[in-house]
């Protein structure tokens, strides 16, 4: 029940103890704690408090000027309810019971029909999200002229915002001839509740202009309103407000305080107000502040608080550990991840749904899929948010055959799959390259009526293309009837993984001119499609945008200009940019590297990696096969073979086959064949293809026939149709003038 739905219930719960006190059990006497109600409904159970916190302002007083005798008897008030309707009590028993029609059909034929019970078949229509009927007792309440009832306007507002009919709410508050903080409280958590924050804070400062003074809950609706936006400097205006109201030492609204920094990026003062919260912490201040540790990326900072909120003997909620095994997640902190299993288990947690799915999914992220299983295989209930971490997992792990095995098992048990199960799996199509598994998921998918869901029709094209369908991607693109900056950007990346530079700046032309405003990654992608076709005046023109927006100060875009400008031959130009860059990382420094090296500018190259060194970035495989390429180029062996025997001594970096064709290709060049040979006959791994067709080409390039025939033969035991093979050999042959072999070739 939310703030509204209380201060909207508590007003109900005082007229129906007015109408008739004598269902109410007086408790004053045998009070034992401050905790137990004032008054009590002896059928319903539930409870007043004549100093609550969502009581109306009236309350207070209206029950200090009754005698007690008044209050257990009812003298003096039932005499103004008619007793045709039981004082509501038979509407109300009827809401109960789930008779909602004929509570309303009662009311109907009685004209004289008591406040509360329209209050009370509003309120049953709210739970029941029955708007048809809300809409009939509001016309009952205009047709009796009871519209003025300032009780009967708040309780119509909050039927219609939560049946999710915004506009006819904000219509009844304005048609209101007054309204008191509950009204205005009501509205705007109505839309703040539907995600309209900014509409929720204007309102408020309008009720802050016509003099009525927010209480708690209003501070409270308002700070949610600016987490969710989020509005910094509104939520800190509030702040100031909520010291000046004397609110500030209300837990509630210290809880919500730090939830609004937290969720607005401002960790310190957040931390701050926690800090100041000293013994009145509950369990939720320390989730709001874990929530805004892990929400920010900080781990590690989330689980040392959680440890300190052990230490403090406050234990943890369901939400609680949900939040800390997303922040387990976030950090790949497995050790961390399994010593909460344990805490949770302990704690009697394991059974909630959604702290198993999280559990499946903290271990899916930290790559321990057996675990992930285990636990998804015990659990009790399973919903298809358990069945999409588990798919997920699979598919982040690129294990799609797994994926889809799973969605076939979920078939059987007959979950029926969302929008997020269709996406995880059409992942784990294109991870794996499974486009006639693709393929049945796109029918599924159009069977089950997700084809028009952006997001589904977006991964539709990325799996098509990463299938090698970009005939099919282009199909889906061109049918989706709501396209976003995703879809294009899909679509074009499809277009650049294929080679096909040219169609990719085109579709850029076209999203520009349908008004869609590209992202980082688009033109990430652009910048990658002009570098392929050496586009270079489109990728210059694109520099002069990315400038205008912004973007230029992102490491990526910086290192993909790098790029750029290298493979289109504008060395001086690449290293210009890569100059002005404000932050350089290893990405960086490897692209303006391999540009060197591209262009044979290997004793530039080198100079950079020691430059690289120097400032303390550390190289990672790519920059190695950047540098050993430029050794190659520059036919520096001693230089190059240095690098090699240094790189996993002093950086830590495991030699791949990439490494292995670079010192092939170092040797080769050089004139060293037999050297060459050598090293590939002593490498601890089984070369592939790519390293014996290195060796070939430089056969082929010094006419070594002896080498390029033991090449060849291993080039064709690996790859059979390997036609590049064929054309060396023969060229070799050719070369060396033996015509016959050349024909046999």
Same mark, same amino acid.
């Given at each position: 029940m939310t703030h509204a739905d209380k201060v909207i219930r508590m007003e109900q719960l005082w007229q129906e103890f007015l109408s008739d006190p004598s269902q109410w059990s007086?408790?004053? *006497? @045998?009070?034992?704690? %401050?905790? $137990? %109600?004032?008054?009590?409904?002896?059928?319903?159970?539930?409870?007043?408090?004549?100093e609550g916190w969502f009581n109306p302002p009236w309350v207070k007083a209206k029950v200090a000027t009754m005698a007690l005798g008044q209050m257990q008897s009812g003298s003096g008030l039932r005499s103004r309810v008619p007793d045709s309707l039981g004082n509501g009590r038979n509407v109300s028993k009827l809401c109960q019971e789930g008779r909602l029609k004929e509570a309303l059909h009662m009311v109907e034929q009685n004209i004289q029909a008591p406040i509360n019970s329209y209050a009370c078949l509003l309120q049953w229509c709210t739970k029941r999200k029955a708007l048809a009927e809300g809409k009939r007792v509001h016309a009952l309440i205009i047709q009796r002229r009871l519209d003025s009832k300032i009780l009967l306007g708040n309780t119509? =507002?909050?039927?219609?915002?939560?049946?999710?009919?915004? #506009?006819?709410? /904000?219509?009844?508050?304005?048609?209101?001839?007054?309204?008191?903080?509950f009204s205005w409280t009501i509205i705007i958590s109505t839309y703040a509740n539907h995600g309209q924050g900014e509409e929720a804070i204007n309102l408020f400062q309008q009720m802050r202009q016509t003099g009525i003074l927010p209480n708690v809950v209003t501070f409270v609706v308002v700070l949610k309103a600016c987490a969710r936006i989020p509005a910094l400097e509104q939520g800190k205006q509030l702040h100031v407000d909520i010291i000046k109201s004397g609110f500030e030492s209300? !837990?509630?609204? /210290?809880?919500?305080?730090?939830?609004? $920094?937290?969720?607005?990026?401002?960790?310190e003062d957040a931390l701050q107000v926690f800090n100041n919260m000293h013994d009145e912490r509950d369990v939720v201040s320390w989730t709001?502040? @874990?929530?805004?540790?892990?929400?920010?990326? &900080?781990?590690?900072?989330?689980l040392d608080l959680y440890e300190q909120m052990k230490q403090e003997g406050v234990q943890p909620n369901n939400f609680t550990y949900v939040v800390l095994l997303k922040a387990c997640a976030s950090i790949a902190a497995l050790e961390q991840g399994k010593q909460l299993h344990l805490d949770i288990i302990e704690s009697g947690f394991e059974s909630d749904v959604i702290v198993g799915n999280t559990l499946v999914d903290m271990y899916a992220k930290c790559d321990h899929m057996e675990d992930a299983q285990q636990v998804f295989n015990n659990m009790h209930e399973r919903t298809v948010v358990s069945w999409n971490a588990m798919i997920a997992g699979y598919a982040q792990q690129g294990l799609g055959k797994e994926a889809l095995a799973l969605y076939e098992q979920m078939k059987q048990e007959d979950v029926q799959p969302n929008d997020v199960t269709y996406v995880c799996l059409l992942k784990a199509c294109a991870s794996i390259a499974a486009l006639k598994e693709g393929k049945q998921?796109? #029918?599924?998918? @159009?069977?089950?009526? *997700?084809? %028009?869901?952006?997001?589904v029709g977006n991964t539709l094209v990325d799996m098509y293309a990463k299938c090698g369908c970009i005939e099919h991607a282009c199909q889906v693109f061109n049918n989706m009837h709501e396209r976003n900056m995703v879809s294009w950007t899909a679509m074009i990346t499809g277009y650049e993984l294929h080679g096909l530079g040219r169609e990719a700046l085109d579709l850029y032309e076209q999203m520009k001119q349908e008004g869609m405003q590209p992202g980082i990654v688009t033109y990430i992608v652009l910048l990658k499609a002009c570098a392929s076709i050496a586009?270079?005046?489109?990728?210059?023109? &694109?520099?002069?945008?990315?400038?205008? !927006?912004?973007?230029? &100060?992102?490491? @990526?875009?910086?290192? !993909?200009?790098?790029?750029?400008?290298?493979?289109?031959?504008?060395?001086?130009?690449? /290293?210009? =940019? *890569?100059?002005s860059m404000h932050e350089r990382d290893v990405v960086s420094w490897t692209a303006m590297i391999a540009g060197y090296a591209q262009q044979g500018f290997g004793k530039e190259a080198l100079t950079l990696f020691d430059q690289m060194q120097r400032e303390g970035i550390q190289p990672n495989e790519v920059t190695y096969v950047s540098v050993l390429s430029a050794c190659s180029h520059s036919g520096l062996v001693d230089k190059g073979h240095h690098l090699f025997d240094t790189m996993c001594k002093d950086h830590g970096v495991t030699p791949t086959m990439d490494?292995?064709?670079?010192? =092939?290709?170092?040797?080769? /060049?050089?004139?060293?064949?037999?050297?060459?040979?050598?090293?590939?006959?002593?490498? %601890?791994i089984q070369p592939d293809a790519v390293v014996w067709m290195t060796l070939l080409g430089a056969a082929r390039n010094s006419g070594h026939m002896e080498i390029g025939r033991r090449a060849f033969d291993c080039v064709v035991n690996l790859e059979p149709d390997n036609a590049s093979a064929y054309v060396l050999l023969s060229n070799i042959y050719a070369a060396a003038g033996q015509r016959d072999e050349v024909a046999k070739i």
């Open positions: 007086d408790n004053r *006497f @045998i009070k034992r704690s %401050p905790k $137990y %109600p004032d008054f009590k409904h002896k059928s319903t159970h539930e409870g007043l408090w004549i119509l =507002v909050n039927m219609y915002a939560k049946c999710g009919s915004v #506009l006819d709410a /904000r219509k009844v508050f304005d048609s209101m001839p007054e309204h008191n903080v209300d !837990t509630t609204v /210290r809880n919500t305080l730090v939830d609004m $920094y937290a969720k607005c990026g401002c960790m709001a502040m @874990i929530a805004g540790y892990a929400q920010h990326g &900080l781990g590690k900072e989330a998921l796109h #029918l599924d998918i @159009i069977k089950s009526g *997700f084809e %028009p869901d952006v997001t586009a270079l005046e489109k990728g210059k023109q &694109l520099h002069s945008v990315i400038i205008k !927006t912004g973007f230029e &100060l992102d490491a @990526i875009v910086g290192s !993909t200009l790098v790029d750029m400008y290298a493979k289109c031959g504008r060395i001086e130009d690449a /290293r210009q =940019v *890569f100059n490494h292995y064709a670079c010192m =092939v290709d170092l040797l080769g /060049r050089a004139g060293c064949l037999a050297d060459a040979e050598d090293f590939i006959n002593n490498m %601890p």
